[in-house]
C-alpha cells in the first residue's frame, strides 16, 4: 500500500465555489475502516471495496456507488453528474446506484444554486470515473500479466484483445482496491467519441419513484417519536410577541405544547423569524392550534413600509443621477447634444418562490447533537445556521438531504431547518415543522422589485448615440447587513453590468434602496428585471425606429467580440473571463438561429397576434427567445408558442436541459401573467394560489420548442437561463399584438390577463 | 367511528371528523404519496380517488369520506404501473416530481371518463393541477399516450 491511499479519510476540500478551470477532487482514499472508525455518515461509497474518491465507490457484485452531492429540485443534476463518471468510468448504468450525500465539506460547496452543478464538478465528475478505471485496467493488466496499455475498457469489463480475455469490475474490484490512486496527470480521458452518457443524456434515476409516490421529500420524512409544529410568525419583518393567550390552542385535540420561538438579531439572513409554535401529534392538528392562539404583536419598524410607496420611492431614485457601475464614452456630452432621444421607466415586482412543497424539515436534537432531514438546496449552510442557533459544532449537525419539491432558491436559506432544530432542543422531542402555503408566500425571502430607468439618444437611424440605464432595488446584501443598500457586483453583473451592446456611450448605474422585506435568490435572480428592462427598451426603441426588431436588436449587440471588463467590477457567475469569456458572437448566433427557428418574418399574423424577440446571457449560458401571442378583445392572452435557442458550452443531459428550458417558459409565464407580491404596514398581502397565482396547463405556452447549440466550449448553466429573455420576449410580443408596452410588471397592470 | 375503505382495506377512525382525508392518509396512516401544497384545494397534489372521482383530499374531511372507498397513488394499481404512469415515464414528464402524484391522479380518474381527450379537454380537467416546474406541455402528451394505451 502505497503513501498516497493513507490520506486521511477526513481530509476535506476546502474553499467555497470551485472557480472553473481550478477544479479540485474530492480527497482520494481507499476506505479502510476499523471497528469503531464508522462514522454516522459513512456513505456506501465510502465502505465499497474499491473507493478512490468521496465520490465513487465499486463493490465485488460490480455495484457502483456513486454519490450526489448536490440537491434535486426537479434539474435531474442528481442523475446528470453521476452520468459523468459513469461515462468516465466506462459503467453500465443499470448498475450504477445513487446515493444522496449529507452536508459535508469534503464534497466541497453543496450550495445547489445559480446554475453551476454541471459546470463546477464536470471536471471532478471526470477525474473520479477515470481514477477508477485506470485502477481497474491496472489490476486487470497485473492479474494477466500484459502492460497496461494494452488494456481498455468496454461496458463495466476490462478488455485485453488480442488475448480475448476479459474481466468484470467487480471481479476486480478487491485487486484494483490494493494499488496506489493514480495522480491525475497519470489519467487518460475519453476521447469525445467515446462518450457513452455525456452528451446524450438519461432520465431522472429517481423517475419511477416520483411517479409512484415512493420518492421521498421533506414532507415525507419521518422519524420515531416525532411529534409536528406549525408556527405563527411575526407578520411584519423584525415583528415580535408583546404578548400571547395559547389557553384555547391547547384546547385543540392533539395539541401537546406552545413553545415560543425568540426573535432574531438583525440582520434576519438565515435565523428562525421567531413567533409560536404549536406542537401537535399530527400536522393537523398543530395548523388548528395555530388558529386558536391570540398573539399580540410589535410590528416594529417595518411597519412603515408599504408597496405602493415604496415603488414610488425607487422609481424616483432611478429618475436621479445614480451610483456608475459601468460607463463608456460621454453619455451626459452626447445627450447634450440637443438631438432626438427617448426615456423610459420600467418595474418589476416583489416575487414569491411558491415551490410545490411548502417549506418543511425534521430535526432531532440528542446528546448535543443534531439530526436533521430537510429538503435543502444548502445542507451546509443548514450546518451552519443550526449550530449557531444551538450552540453547538458544525461537525454536529447532520443534515440529510431528501428529494426536494422544488427549490427555485428559497430552499438555499435554511431558516426553517433552524426552526425545526431550535424547536426540538425545546421539546426534547424530534420535530417536524411544516409550514402552509400561506406561511410560504408570507415569509419568504423575495426576488427583488426593482424600477428601471432607461435614456437613449438618437441618430438618423434609430440607433442610440448615447445608452443610461439605472435600476433601483433592494439588495439580497441587505438580507445578510442591514446597512446594504447598493447592488452586490454579483447581482450587478446578472444581465445589468454586462449589457453586451456595442454603443459609444453608455452609462450603467445602480441608485440606492433599502430592504424591509428578507431578499433571496429566485430562479435567474437578478436577470429577471435587467433582462426585461434591457430587451423590452431595445424593442421600443426598434419600433420607434420602424425597425424590425431582430435586425435592430442584432445592430445593437454589434459585430463578434469579447466583451472588455477592464475597469468593470464583473464577476463573471464566479467564473473566469478566460474560461468563460462574454462572447457576443455567440448571443448572436442563438439568435439569429431563434429568428430562423420560429420563422421569424416569415409567418403571417392576424389581428390580435403577433411575436416578440429577446436574447439574454445568464449563468454563462447564451439564450435566445421568441414567443408568439394572440390577444382577444378581451385581453386574454394565449402563448401558442415559443422558441428558445440555448448555447450552453458543452450540455451533459440534453434532455433534462430541454426540460428546463420548457418550464423556465411556464416560470416566466407565471412572472409576466400574474407574479406579484405587495405589502400593507409592512404585512404581505398574499397568501395562497388564489392571490399569488402561479401559471395553470391552460395558460401556459401550447408548444415550447427548445434547440441546443452544439458546442465544446466549457459546460454552463441551463435552470435558470431559459427564463429573463422569456418575459421579455412575451411582452415584446403583446406589442406586437396589441400595441400594448408592458412596462410595470405584471401584464394584468394593462387589463391583460 | 368513521369506516372506510383505503386502497382496498377497510380501516375506521376515531378522530377528529373535520381532520382532511389528506392528513389522515399521511400522518395516520404513512401513505405520504399524497402531497401537501396548498390546504385549500387549489392545486392538486393531494389529489386521491373517492369513489372514483378524482378528489381533494386536503378540503375533504373524514366524516365526509365516511363509507367511501378511497385509492391513493399507493393503491392506483395492484400489478406493476398504471398506463398514466407508465406514460409518465415514457415521456419523462416529472421535474422534481411533488405535483405528479396529485397529476397522475387526476388524469386518472379523467381518462376513465375520457377516452380520447382533445387539448382543450385536457386543459380542462388539468386545470386544478399546478406544476410549478412547468411539465404542463409533456403532461399533455403523456395523456394522449396514455389514452392510447388504456383504449
Given at each position: 500500500m502505497s503513501e498516497v491511499v493513507n490520506v486521511s479519510r477526513r481530509r476535506f476540500v476546502t474553499g467555497g465555489i470551485i472557480a472553473a478551470g481550478a477544479l479540485v477532487l474530492g480527497v482520494r482514499y481507499y476506505s479502510r475502516l476499523s471497528p469503531g472508525d464508522k462514522l454516522p455518515h459513512d456513505t456506501n461509497a465510502d465502505q465499497a471495496k474499491l473507493h478512490p474518491s468521496v465520490y465513487l465507490g465499486i463493490n465485488p457484485d460490480g455495484t457502483v456507488w456513486i454519490v450526489a452531492a448536490r440537491s434535486?429540485?426537479?434539474?435531474?443534476?442528481?442523475?446528470?453528474?453521476?452520468?459523468?463518471?459513469?461515462?468516465?468510468?466506462?459503467?453500465?448504468?443499470?448498475?450504477?446506484?445513487?446515493?444522496?450525500?449529507?452536508?459535508?465539506?469534503?464534497?466541497?460547496?453543496?450550495?445547489?444554486?445559480?446554475?453551476?452543478?454541471?459546470?463546477?464538478?464536470?471536471?471532478?465528475?471526470?477525474?473520479?470515473?477515470?481514477?477508477?478505471?485506470?485502477?481497474?485496467?491496472?489490476?486487470?493488466?497485473?492479474?494477466?500479466?500484459?502492460?497496461?496499455?494494452?488494456?481498455?475498457?468496454?461496458?463495466?469489463?476490462?478488455?485485453?484483445?488480442?488475448?480475448?480475455?476479459?474481466?468484470?469490475?467487480?471481479?476486480?474490484?478487491?485487486?484494483?482496491?490494493?494499488?496506489?490512486?493514480?495522480?491525475?496527470?497519470?489519467l487518460r480521458f475519453k476521447p469525445k467519441s467515446a462518450w457513452r452518457y455525456v452528451g446524450k443524456g438519461e432520465v431522472s434515476y429517481d423517475l419511477e419513484a416520483l411517479v409512484t409516490g415512493k420518492a421521498m421529500y421533506g414532507m415525507d420524512a419521518r422519524v420515531d417519536g416525532m411529534v409536528y409544529a406549525s408556527v405563527e410568525r411575526p407578520p411584519v419583518l423584525g415583528g415580535k410577541v408583546k404578548s400571547y393567550d395559547d389557553k384555547d390552542a391547547l384546547k385543540v385535540a392533539g395539541v401537546r405544547q406552545?413553545?415560543?420561538?425568540?426573535?432574531?438579531?438583525?440582520?434576519?439572513?438565515?435565523?428562525?423569524?421567531?413567533?409560536?409554535?404549536?406542537?401537535?401529534?399530527?400536522?393537523?392538528?398543530?395548523?388548528?392550534?395555530?388558529?386558536?392562539?391570540?398573539?399580540?404583536?410589535?410590528?416594529?419598524?417595518?411597519?412603515?413600509?408599504?408597496?405602493?410607496?415604496?415603488?414610488?420611492?425607487?422609481?424616483?431614485?432611478?429618475?436621479?443621477?445614480?451610483?456608475?457601475?459601468?460607463?463608456?464614452?460621454?453619455?451626459?456630452?452626447?445627450?447634450?447634444?440637443?438631438?432626438?432621444t427617448f426615456e423610459a421607466d420600467y418595474y418589476v415586482p416583489l416575487l414569491a418562490h411558491a415551490a410545490m412543497e411548502p417549506l418543511v424539515a425534521v430535526a432531532e436534537f440528542k446528546d448535543g447533537k443534531v439530526t436533521a432531514w430537510a429538503p435543502t438546496q444548502n445542507p451546509q449552510g443548514v450546518q451552519d445556521i443550526v449550530s449557531k442557533e444551538l450552540g453547538?459544532?458544525?461537525?454536529?449537525?447532520?443534515?440529510?438531504?431528501?428529494?426536494?419539491?422544488?427549490?427555485?432558491?428559497?430552499?438555499?436559506?435554511?431558516?426553517?431547518?433552524?426552526?425545526?432544530?431550535?424547536?426540538?432542543?425545546?421539546?426534547?422531542?424530534?420535530?417536524?415543522?411544516?409550514?402552509?402555503?400561506?406561511?410560504?408566500?408570507k415569509f419568504d425571502y423575495y426576488n427583488a422589485v426593482a424600477a428601471m430607468y432607461f435614456k437613449a439618444a438618437l441618430d438618423a437611424k434609430g440607433k442610440p448615440t448615447a445608452w443610461l440605464q439605472r435600476s433601483v432595488f433592494p439588495p439580497i446584501t441587505s438580507t445578510f447587513d442591514v446597512n446594504a443598500v447598493y447592488g452586490d457586483p454579483p447581482h450587478l453583473a446578472q444581465g445589468w453590468t454586462d449589457i453586451p451592446y456595442d454603443l459609444p456611450n453608455m452609462s450603467i448605474e445602480n441608485g440606492p434602496a433599502k430592504?424591509?422585506?428578507?431578499?433571496?435568490?429566485?430562479?435567474?435572480?437578478?436577470?429577471?428585471?435587467?433582462?426585461?428592462?434591457?430587451?423590452?427598451?431595445?424593442?421600443?426603441?426598434?419600433?420607434?425606429?420602424?425597425?424590425?426588431?431582430?435586425?435592430?436588436?442584432?445592430?445593437?449587440?454589434?459585430?463578434?467580440?469579447?466583451?472588455?471588463?477592464k475597469g468593470v467590477n464583473y464577476p463573471n457567475y464566479g467564473a473566469s473571463l478566460e474560461t468563460y469569456p462574454w462572447e457576443t458572437g455567440r448571443l448572436r448566433h442563438v439568435t439569429e438561429m431563434v429568428a430562423e427557428k420560429s420563422g421569424w418574418g416569415k409567418r403571417k399574423h392576424g389581428k390580435g397576434s403577433g411575436v416578440g424577440i429577446a436574447a439574454h446571457r445568464s449563468f454563462l449560458t447564451y439564450v435566445a427567445t421568441v414567443v408568439e401571442v394572440e390577444v382577444s378583445d378581451q385581453g386574454e392572452v394565449r402563448i401558442p408558442r415559443v422558441d428558445t435557442v440555448l448555447d450552453a458550452g458543452l450540455v451533459v443531459n440534453p434532455e433534462a436541459t430541454r426540460a428546463q428550458f420548457e418550464g423556465a417558459a411556464v416560470f416566466g409565464t407565471s412572472v409576466a401573467r400574474s407574479g406579484q407580491i405587495t405589502a400593507t404596514k409592512g404585512a404581505i398581502d398574499q397568501s395562497n394560489f388564489q392571490d399569488y397565482t402561479v401559471a395553470r396547463i391552460n395558460e401556459v405556452p401550447a408548444q415550447t420548442n427548445v434547440y441546443i447549440v452544439d458546442s465544446d466550449a466549457p459546460p454552463a448553466g441551463v435552470g435558470e437561463p431559459g427564463v429573463p429573455p422569456f418575459i421579455a420576449a412575451f411582452c415584446n410580443a403583446i406589442y406586437a399584438a396589441t400595441g400594448k408596452r408592458v412596462r410595470d410588471l405584471p401584464i394584468t397592470n394593462y387589463g391583460l390577463s | 367511528m368513521i369506516q372506510l375503505k383505503v386502497n382496498g382495506g377497510g380501516q375506521s377512525f376515531d378522530g377528529d371528523p373535520e381532520m382532511p382525508l389528506l392528513w389522515y392518509v399521511r400522518d395516520v396512516l404513512g401513505l405520504t404519496g399524497s402531497k401537501f401544497g396548498c390546504g385549500i384545494g387549489l392545486c392538486g397534489a393531494c389529489t386521491v380517488h373517492v369513489n372514483g372521482q378524482a378528489t381533494r383530499s386536503c378540503v375533504t374531511t373524514m366524516r365526509d369520506t365516511a363509507e367511501k372507498e378511497v385509492i391513493t397513488i399507493e393503491g392506483l394499481e395492484k400489478n406493476g404501473l398504471h398506463p398514466v404512469q407508465?406514460?409518465?415515464?415514457?415521456?419523462?414528464?416529472?421535474?422534481?416530481?411533488?405535483?405528479?402524484?396529485?397529476?397522475?391522479?387526476?388524469?386518472?380518474?379523467?381518462?376513465?371518463?375520457?377516452?380520447?381527450?382533445?387539448?382543450?379537454?385536457?386543459?380542462?380537467?388539468?386545470?386544478?393541477?399546478?406544476c410549478r416546474c412547468g411539465t404542463y406541455q409533456r403532461i399533455r402528451v403523456a395523456i394522449k399516450a396514455a389514452a392510447g394505451e388504456m383504449a
Open positions: 434535486e429540485m426537479g434539474t435531474t443534476s442528481r442523475t446528470t453528474l453521476p452520468l459523468v463518471v459513469a461515462d468516465e468510468l466506462d459503467a453500465d448504468w443499470k448498475q450504477v446506484k445513487i446515493e444522496q450525500a449529507i452536508g459535508d465539506k469534503r464534497y466541497g460547496d453543496q450550495n445547489t444554486d445559480g446554475s453551476h452543478s454541471v459546470r463546477s464538478y464536470y471536471d471532478a465528475m471526470r477525474e473520479a470515473g477515470a481514477t477508477a478505471r485506470h485502477m481497474l485496467i491496472q489490476a486487470a493488466a497485473k492479474q494477466w500479466g500484459v502492460p497496461a496499455t494494452e488494456c481498455e475498457t468496454e461496458l463495466h469489463v476490462v478488455v485485453h484483445r488480442s488475448t480475448n480475455r476479459s474481466a468484470g469490475y467487480g471481479e476486480l474490484a478487491s485487486a484494483a482496491a490494493k494499488l496506489p490512486v493514480p495522480k491525475r496527470e497519470e406552545i413553545v415560543p420561538i425568540d426573535p432574531f438579531q438583525p440582520p434576519p439572513a438565515f435565523q428562525p423569524l421567531g413567533g409560536i409554535a404549536v406542537i401537535a401529534d399530527n400536522t393537523w392538528a398543530a395548523f388548528q392550534g395555530r388558529k386558536k392562539l391570540n398573539i399580540s404583536w410589535d410590528n416594529g419598524p417595518n411597519e412603515a413600509y408599504n408597496s405602493a410607496a415604496y415603488k414610488d420611492e425607487l422609481r424616483e431614485t432611478s429618475r436621479k443621477p445614480c451610483k456608475v457601475v459601468r460607463s463608456t464614452g460621454d453619455v451626459d456630452a452626447a445627450f447634450s447634444k440637443g438631438g432626438k453547538i459544532s458544525p461537525n454536529d449537525v447532520i443534515c440529510h438531504v431528501t428529494l426536494l419539491g422544488g427549490g427555485f432558491g428559497r430552499k438555499s436559506k435554511p431558516d426553517y431547518v433552524a426552526e425545526a432544530a431550535v424547536l426540538s432542543k425545546k421539546t426534547g422531542r424530534p420535530v417536524k415543522v411544516v409550514w402552509t402555503r400561506e406561511d410560504d408566500i430592504g424591509h422585506v428578507r431578499i433571496g435568490w429566485l430562479r435567474s435572480v437578478a436577470n429577471i428585471y435587467h433582462g426585461f428592462g434591457i430587451q423590452s427598451f431595445t424593442d421600443e426603441l426598434a419600433t420607434r425606429a420602424h425597425r424590425d426588431p431582430l435586425e435592430y436588436l442584432l445592430d445593437l449587440i454589434g459585430p463578434a467580440r469579447t466583451i472588455d471588463f | 407508465k406514460a409518465w415515464m415514457q415521456i419523462n414528464v416529472p421535474q422534481c416530481g411533488y405535483c405528479q402524484v396529485g397529476q397522475i391522479m387526476q388524469a386518472a380518474a379523467f381518462l376513465n371518463s375520457k377516452k380520447k381527450p382533445t387539448d382543450a379537454e385536457i386543459d380542462a380537467a388539468m386545470s386544478g393541477n399546478i
